[in-house]
Each structure stands twice: as C-alpha cells, then as structure tokens.
C-alpha cells in the first residue's frame, strides 16, 4: 500500500485503540474492590501508546510504503494490533492456499450455540471456552469428519447480537482433498453438520450452523473429452481469487467484531476482557497446519531483503518516521 493508505488505515485503529485504552484507564474508579483492575489500568498505559511511531521505507518509483517497526502494545483487547495479526494471518493463509494449488475443495462454515441468558463475563467466559473445546473435540475425535476433512483453520469471534450482548461463534474454513466434489456423500450437507456439532458441544438442542462452498476446480473426463469446471458462486469469469480472499479473511479475522468498540462502555471492555482470558482464539488443524507454518517461514525470509530497496520494483527506497501528534500521523 502506499504511504497515504498507510497513514489512514492505522489512524482508524490508532484511533480506536485509545477509546479502548482510555476504557481501561477508567475501570479502578468505576469498579471499586473488584480483583485484577491494576492490571487493566497497566495495559491501557501501554495501549495508550500502541502506534505512536512508525518507520518504513517509501518507494519514490512504485509509491509502495513498506513499514519495518513501529510501537504495538500487542494486547488482545486493542484494535490496532487486532487488526494487524488479522491481516497478517490473511495474507499467510491465502499464500499457504495458493501453494496448494486446485486439489482441494474449500466450504465457509459458521458454528454458533445458544446465547446465555446472562450476559456477564463468567457465562460468556463459560460460552468461549465450551465452543473452542467442542470444535477442537469434532475436529480431532469425530470419524465422520476426520474422514473426509483434510485441514480447517478457523478463528472465534465475538459480536453483539443486541439481546444478551455477545454472540460468539466461529468462523471456519474446510478444505476437502477430493478427486469429484460433486459425487455424493463426498461434501458434508447441512444436516450433517449441524449433527456433528450439536454432538461435539453436547447439547440437547440443534445449534444452528451455516456451510457454503467457496470453491473447487477438478478435471473429468465428459463424454470423451477432458473438461475442466470451476465452482465460482460469484458467476463473473475470473472472480474466485477474490471469492476465496473474502472467506479466508473471514477464518482470520480477529476476535472482536469492530463495532464492538464503538458502542463499548467500561462495563463491556470489562467482560471482554475476562471472556477471552486463556481462550484460544485462533487455530489452524490437519494438513492445513504444516502449510501455514511454511507459508509463515517464507513471508519471515522474504521480509529480510536488502536495505534501501524496494520489495516490489527493487528501486531505492527512501527512510520514513511517522509520529501520532493531535490525532494525526506526522512524517
């Protein structure tokens, strides 16, 4: 991106993460005797500061900005470095699906459980907690997924569902490794899914849950001829990359929804806080995992490329320092 996206982008979250900080700042004066307060109070001091400097180098050719180091607080609860890990897991997870290449079919898969009837930290807490440990259980237990599933990646998010305050679920990718997607009993239907889940999570209920194919390319032979088909949901000629880029960006998105912040009080940073304490909030499994960790190597190597050259066009890069001053990045 060029230095002006740069700037803009990491405003909005500069932005957001001192709203967030200045929550945490405010909790020992709001919940007065309540255990683990001092801690909050020290992480908005440092949120305070995430972002407050950058250095990079600007490409005077290409206009390509490439950021080197800046200051990140690198808390659970900030937007800025929420949004950073997102798009950085992103980006590793597209790469480690390009390397693949066409032998995988790829389904989105939304899990959810019923909402708590209190909406406090515990029993949120409790909810985080119960749906990462049954996705785990289904994932690495149950035959009729270990099957036919050949690696997931999948991430909780919590939103707000406007009744009891926070609806978490999980948001996942599948990768199915098929010669013919199209054979049935091959892909999972949504009665399967919704059967496998609720045994995962052990409910007497069905939860609801929501599957969509995403994509698949094979070769089969049709009346003699070898043709090729291309699943794209999107029907516009060449628009799967970009199909597959929206659902990635939804398996890797961080845990808390964005409007989330805007209508937060301490009340809800509070809760926030104590639900996803020690709660995994993201996860690759099976094959897919092995190609993350290659495809997290590479981009790590690729960053060590000479100083004062451009990634791109390999142009001489010009040094860059930006500062946060009166709600503003400042070179």
């Known amino acids: 991106m060029t230095l002006a ?19 945490l700042l405010e909790m020992p004066s709001h919940f007065k005797g309540v255990p ?28 390509e900005f490439h950021a080197e180091r800046g200051s990140r607080c690198r808390d659970r609860l900030c937007p800025n ?11 590793t997870m597209r790469r480690a699906l390009s390397a693949l290449g066409d032998r995988f079919a790829i389904y989105h898969v939304v899990l959810t459980m019923r909402d708590p009837l209190a909406a406090d ?6 909810q985080c907690e119960t749906l990462v440990k049954a996705y785990t259980k289904m994932v690495h237990r149950d035959r009729r997924f270990k099957a036919k599933v050949w690696g997931t990646v999948r991430c909780l998010e919590i939103s707000d569902n406007g009744k009891s305050r926070f609806h978490p679920h999980i948001h996942a990718l599948w990768l199915y490794k098929i010669p013919h997607p199209w054979t049935d009993g091959k892909f999972f239907s949504h009665d399967q899914v919704c059967q496998m889940w609720q045994d995962a999570l052990g409910v007497d209920y069905r939860p609801v849950c929501w599957i969509e194919p995403i994509y698949y390319k094979v070769e089969m032979n049709i009346a003699g001829e070898d043709a090729e088909l291309v699943y794209n949901p999107s029907g516009e000629e060449g628009m799967e990359e970009a199909t597959i880029a929206r659902a990635v960006c939804e ?23 104590q639900a996803i304490k020690g709660v995994h909030m993201f996860q690759t499994t ?3 995992s092995a190609e993350y960790r290659k495809a997290e190597k590479e981009m790590q190597e690729e960053q060590e490329h000479p100083q004062g050259h451009c990634r791109k066009c390999n142009a001489l890069t010009d040094k860059v320092y930006l500062n946060w001053i009166n709600g503003g990045y400042v070179l």
């Not at 996206?5 to 929550?23: H, I, N, T, Y």
């Not at 001091?45 to 180098?57: N, T, V």
């Not at 929420?82 to 992103?90: I, T």
Request: aromatic share 8%.
């Open 5 to 23: 996206e740069f700037e803009e982008a990491r405003a909005q979250r500069k932005k957001a993460s001192e709203r967030v900080a200045k929550l």
């Open 36 to 63: 683990g307060l001092d801690g909050l109070r020290m992480r908005g001091q440092r949120m305070e500061k995430c972002g407050d400097f950058y250095a990079g180098e600007v490409c005077p050719v290409c206009g």
């Open 81 to 91: 470095c929420g949004w950073l890990n997102a798009v950085q897991r992103a980006v």
């Open 121 to 126: 930290a515990e029993h949120l807490h409790a």
């Open 251 to 273: 398996a890797c998105k961080y845990a808390i929804k964005p409007s989330l912040y805007n209508t937060a009080d301490a009340l809800k940073m509070y809760e926030l806080s």
């Open 286 to 288: 099976g094959g897919l």
